[in-house]
């Protein structure tokens, strides 16, 4: 690790003014992966600026039902959080499935927002990869894509984004609040994470002086019937090769509402927007499901490895939205 | 995971007290409070710290390293490269004569060559006053190479794979009969094609040195299973005496082979101290050590089985292919369990080996039983299949009474009873026989069984027993403590050896100025200690009733060795209750402190007396018998019907290890093999990038050992009846348990789902 100036911020204005000051700093956050990836020597901060004193860590319920979240909660917390299980319960489960409990009780959920890939070829300085070191090639390509991307990738990068709550909060339509000395922004979090394109090294659109502050979820009725599934190559302790976080209502058999988005697919939490076009009004049958599924990955694209995240993808859709019919929203 | 009771069987009847308890391991406490010393945590003052830069390139030449920008960093003292690194001796040629010679990871003489060999070679050591600084100047080096062509895809290269030759430690080929006829005139068979991964050992505990020099005396803090070893090998790396090279490690951090061999951050750590004049200490990171230890070799094995209607095996054939490193590591006997399971009329076994441009392969637990029983036990349950017939019966019918391959005796056999009692703490008659015919609502259920098997070893070792005008007895062997709970054990056969408490025995080890012990390896160090230290006992208790018979005041005076048992801490006559004394009484009225006993001499002379004892005992007792543990691994499996995720949910392990002496530790060493069985059959795999030879999950994130989630209760049992030919009876328990292990759970898997997968690991993929 390379040595790096500390400061530790109290208040918002005073982290903008920091980061404004020097954009090649970095927020520190639970430090989870900032603190990984600067030992990997792949983050290079000059200045780390702590802000878990940031006022910011409380979960608020908002007029007309919904809820604002402070980015320095730390994820435990929020998993654990009444008001979350009762309205957002894929939004808890998911949290839980990620990581461990060490790693929860310090991570933030402006951090898990911020996590960057796992992609090997990403972590191996000895590798070509233009994540990391813009205008370089991807060495993955031919190489290990197992857990690589089947949407949204490009030729340059095919990484997929690992969090599992931002596959809930996809979901769940949340908006992330932005703030910078230009003043605040929000941003729908489905249009935070970016496709990687030409310009893998471009993850997020927060731009560099910009420092999340809360992330909004919107009052809904349908999410209290939701789950999050994931499936991954052990237990507990790894990260998905295919999640699905699912909310549905039904009336006389037809599917009057539904949230959709999968995680370990994409360079980011991706929203199922075709999926859920195509079940909207239709029967709320396992055939029906399939057919949405299948509409969801028509485009997707099999590399050397991950071929099996096409049929993984349809038959966990298809599990998960089976299992919230049939058993409702996880308690 | 929980605790399950690891025996039902009535105790036998003993003839001690402690030997068989489950007794709590004596290191425990130092352990859990944090007191016991692991290497990297040796004070000294004025102490610096190294670390390593290593090759990005996977063959070539150093150009150029530029090291500036490294020696720039404040703190840095010395960045220590092929270009002003003293000369180093190369490791010697390996040789069976001298088994330390066997001693070196890799045959690279490290920081003395400009050459390449692997991707991931160390090519400097920096060294600074803080660990921090030197990690951070080791990514400031700046190497340049000139790359040449190099062979690492394993897969590709199995065209050229070369028959491997024997050795007396090692037999590459073996036959009877003409098995490829038998095969093709079976009427019924299977002619199978298994591969296993690569995989590496991740012990908790990285490789770790701290490494101090006084003029040409050196002192050496580092985790490894094989001090004797180590010791010879610094010594002649360095061109020093060997009796001036101080070896320490009382306390080991797992190592499970891969701390068994010397590899570069060993060698590096006492060349910075060498350099620097300080003392030094170097940490591997998880990935340094993925890069510079050896992991088990991955294979390509070929198992066939021919059978009559009957299920009695006409013929059985297997064959692998493994991996080593141009610039070492040894073939793995692969085929070895196929020698001794199955009494086929025919059987044909070969090994064969690819040259590939990486870092050599290595011992890791069970190497060559660990994998090679995956594809054995699985070919045989898909001929139970064939035949129609229960894969236990078809064991059954081809237990064999004599050694199938050669007909030599067993020295002990008890595989039918390992079986009985499994199948009946499993509930084994409760499987319905079809595939797929087994389920708990959308998880489909499997039950699989395999047979576990591990050869038997014996080493030489040199022991030392002190009693105490007190009563209390010192135990002294430079042995190694990895976890197992060897110190335990150990104390409680010299516990009962001398009929004392368990609590008056301490047991010294895990240092090289203690007696020389045998490496930790092969399941065989409790055996070699064991039959050291029995015989030391023995001698010492003769020379304490000499002591006492020659006494006018002793009522021992004039009794004969034959007469004595050892008990209530003293000598007593047989059968005659209260006509002997304490060893303390004894010691006092001779005006002794202590008596003590030795069996192995570490003189020079004393230690060739010793391997030539060892190699003859070793070969005389090959061409007499074969012995082995052996057990039946049961398991139940859940398969998710929409994902393909396999949970095992149950296991049952019974086993024949000859008699136990701890059942606690041993019990653990079990269940701990049978967990590490668990990983290879589902998760563990070392990612090589074909293309260059490069480890690509070097990190305990990316390379998946089974998780507490991954694991159910695991009900270890075993027979406890010692072999005969063994020091009190005991087979080593510490790799039996990883055999069989992985077949047991693909053949649940397919009694789940219908699917042989034959490709570990069994990832969900394999089943969508
Ligand atoms: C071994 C391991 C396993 C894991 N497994 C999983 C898993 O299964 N599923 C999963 O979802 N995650 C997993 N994680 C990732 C974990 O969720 C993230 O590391 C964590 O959420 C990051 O949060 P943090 O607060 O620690 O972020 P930090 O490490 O502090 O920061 C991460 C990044 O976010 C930036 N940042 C932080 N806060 C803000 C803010 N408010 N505004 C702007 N930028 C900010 C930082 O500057 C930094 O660039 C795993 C991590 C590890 C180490
Ligand atoms: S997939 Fe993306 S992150 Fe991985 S090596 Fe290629 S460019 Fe880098």
């Not at chain 2, 004596?26 to 016991?36: M, S």
């Not at chain 2, 004392?500 to 055996?527: I, W």
Request: hydrophobic share 40%.
């Amino acid at each position: 690790m390379r040595p790096f100036a500390y400061v530790s911020a109290t208040d918002v204005a005073g982290a903008v003014r920091a980061i404004s000051a020097e954009p090649g700093a970095r927020f520190l956050g639970g430090g989870t992966n900032l603190v990984d990836l600067m030992r990997e020597d792949i983050e290079r901060p000059g200045t780390v600026i702590d802000i878990t004193r940031l006022p910011l860590d409380g979960v608020e319920e908002l007029p007309g039902g919904g809820v604002r979240i402070g980015a320095l909660v730390r994820n435990s917390h929020l998993a654990a959080h009444p008001l979350i299980r009762a309205r957002y319960p894929v939004l808890s489960q998911a949290i839980l499935t990620g990581a461990s409990a060490q790693l929860r009780n310090m991570a933030t959920v402006g951090g898990n927002l911020m996590q960057r890939t796992r992609c090997v070829y990403f972590y191996d300085g000895a590798a070509d990869c233009g994540r990391r070191e813009p205008g370089a090639g991807c060495d993955a390509i031919g190489g290990f894509t197992r857990n690589h991307a089947i949407l949204g990738a490009s030729d340059r990068c095919i990484a997929t984004h690992p969090s599992d709550m931002c596959v809930a909060l996809a979901a769940l339509d949340a908006e992330i609040e932005i703030e910078s000395v230009r003043g605040t922004r929000r941003v729908p979090l489905t249009a935070f994470h970016r496709l990687p394109g030409d310009t893998p090294h471009l993850e997020t659109v927060l731009a560099a002086d910009e420092l999340i502050t809360a992330v909004e979820l919107p009052a809904s009725a349908l999410a209290a019937t939701s789950r999050y599934r994931k499936v991954r190559d052990r237990a507990s302790y790894a990260f998905a090769l295919v999640s699905v976080a699912a909310a549905l209502e039904t009336g006389e058999g037809v599917v009057t509402g539904v949230r959709l988005a999968l995680g370990g697919v994409a360079a980011r939490p991706w929203r199922a927007h075709e999926a859920e076009r195509a079940l909207l009004g239709a029967p709320a049958t396992e055939e029906s499901f399939l057919r949405a599924a299948e509409a969801e990955l028509a485009p997707a694209v099999a590399r050397s490895q991950n071929g099996f995240k096409i049929e993984l993808a349809r038959r966990t859709i298809v599990a998960t939205l089976r299992q919230v019919l049939t058993e409702g929203g996880a308690a | 995971m929980t605790e399950t009771p690891v025996r039902d069987r009535p105790a036998r009847e003993r003839t001690g007290r402690s030997v068989g308890r489950p007794i709590d391991r004596v290191d425990g406490p130092a352990k859990t409070t944090g007191t016991a010393r692991f290497s990297a945590e040796y004070p000294y003052p004025d102490i610096a710290y190294a670390a390593l830069v290593h090759a990005t390139i996977t063959r070539g030449r150093i150009t150029g390293i530029g090291a500036e920008e490294a020696l720039a960093v404040p703190g840095v003292l010395a960045v220590i490269t092929h270009t002003n690194a003293p000369p180093m001796k190369p490791p010697p040629p390996v040789s069976v004569l001298n088994l330390s010679s066997l001693a070196s990871g890799s045959k690279v003489n490290y920081l003395n060559t400009d050459e390449v060999h692997w991707s991931g070679q160390p090519v400097a050591v920096v060294v600074a006053e803080t660990q921090e600084a030197a990690a951070q100047a080791a990514g400031l080096v700046r190497v340049t190479y000139q790359e040449s062509p190099a062979t690492v895809d394993f897969a590709g290269e199995q065209g050229n794979a070369t028959p491997q030759k024997s050795n007396p430690l090692q037999q590459g080929e073996g036959h009877k009969g003409d098995a490829e006829a038998a095969l093709a005139a079976a009427p019924v068979s299977v002619d199978l094609r298994y591969t296993t991964p690569p995989h590496h050992h991740n012990a908790m505990e990285p490789h770790a040195t701290t490494a101090a020099w006084d003029g040409d005396r050196l002192t050496v803090h580092d985790g490894t299973q094989n001090i004797g070893w180590l010791r010879t090998a610094l010594a002649q790396r360095f061109g020093v005496p060997a009796e001036g090279v101080r070896v320490i490690a009382p306390f080991v951090g797992g190592a499970f082979g891969g701390k068994t061999m010397v590899w570069a951050g060993t060698v590096l750590t006492v060349l910075a101290a060498r350099v620097t004049g300080r003392a030094v200490r170097m940490t591997l990171t998880r990935e340094g050590v993925y890069r510079t230890v050896g992991g088990r070799t991955p294979s390509a094995q070929r198992v066939a089985l021919g059978a009559g209607a009957d299920g009695r095996l006409t013929a059985l054939i297997h064959t692998s292919v493994t991996q080593v490193g141009r610039v070492g590591g040894s073939p793995e006997q692969v085929t070895s369990q196929s020698r001794h399971l199955y009494d086929a009329a025919a059987i044909l076994v070969q090994q064969r080996i690819v040259e590939l441009d990486m870092l050599s392969n290595t011992v890791m637990r069970a190497p060559g039983e660990s994998i090679g029983t995956f594809a054995l036990e699985a070919a045989v349950d898909e001929l139970a299949c064939e035949l129609g017939m229960d894969p236990i019966e078809l064991r059954m019918r081809n237990e064999p009474e004599r050694n199938p391959i050669d007909g030599k005796r067993f020295s002990h056999r008890m595989l039918r009873e390992a079986y009985a009692l499994g199948a009946e703490r499993f509930g084994w008659a409760d499987r319905t026989a079809p595939p797929g015919s087994m389920r708990d609502g959308r998880w489909l259920v499997g039950m699989g069984v395999a047979s576990a098997y591990h050869p038997s070893w014996e080493m030489a070792a040199n022991v030392t027993v002190r009693m105490s005008a007190d009563g209390t007895v010192l135990v002294r062997c430079g042995f190694h403590e990895m976890g197992m709970g060897g110190a335990t054990a150990q104390g409680q056969i010299a516990a009962d050896a001398l009929g004392v408490p368990f609590e008056a025995v301490r047991v010294e080890y895990g240092d090289s100025d203690l007696p020389t012990g045998p490496g930790a390896g092969g399941s065989a160090q409790t055996a070699s200690v064991a039959a050291s230290l029995t015989k030391a006992c023995e001698k010492l208790r003769r020379s304490l009733l000499a002591l006492a018979r020659r006494s006018a005041g002793s009522p021992l005076r004039g009794a004969r060795p034959g007469e004595v048992e050892a008990r209530d801490g003293g000598l007593h006559r047989a059968g005659h209750p209260g006509s002997g004394e304490s060893y303390a009484a004894i010691l006092t009225r001779a005006g002794r402190p202590f008596a003590e006993a030795a069996v192995g001499s570490d003189t020079r002379a004393g230690t060739v007396a010793g391997q030539v004892r060892f190699m003859s005992k070793f070969l005389m007792d090959r061409r007499r018998w074969m012995k082995a543990a052996c057990g039946a691994q049961f398991c139940e499996v859940r398969v998710d019907q929409d994902t393909g995720e396999v949970r095992v949910s149950r296991w049952v392990g019974a086993f024949d290890v000859g008699r136990v002496i701890n059942a606690k530790t041993a019990a653990s060493q079990l269940r701990g093999g049978i967990v590490m069985g668990i990983g290879m059959a589902l998760s563990e795999e070392t990612l090589v990038d074909p293309r260059n030879g490069r480890i690509m999950n070097p990190s305990l994130a990316e390379y998946h050992v089974p998780v507490h989630a991954d694991i159910p209760p695991i009900d270890v049992c075993y027979l406890d009846e010692p072999d005969p030919t063994m020091p009190l009876g005991l087979v080593g328990i510490g790799e039996v348990g990883i055999t069989g292990a992985a077949a047991a759970v693909a053949n649940a898997v397919h009694h789940a789902t219908g699917r042989r997968v034959r490709d570990l690991p069994i990832t969900l993929d394999k089943l969508l």
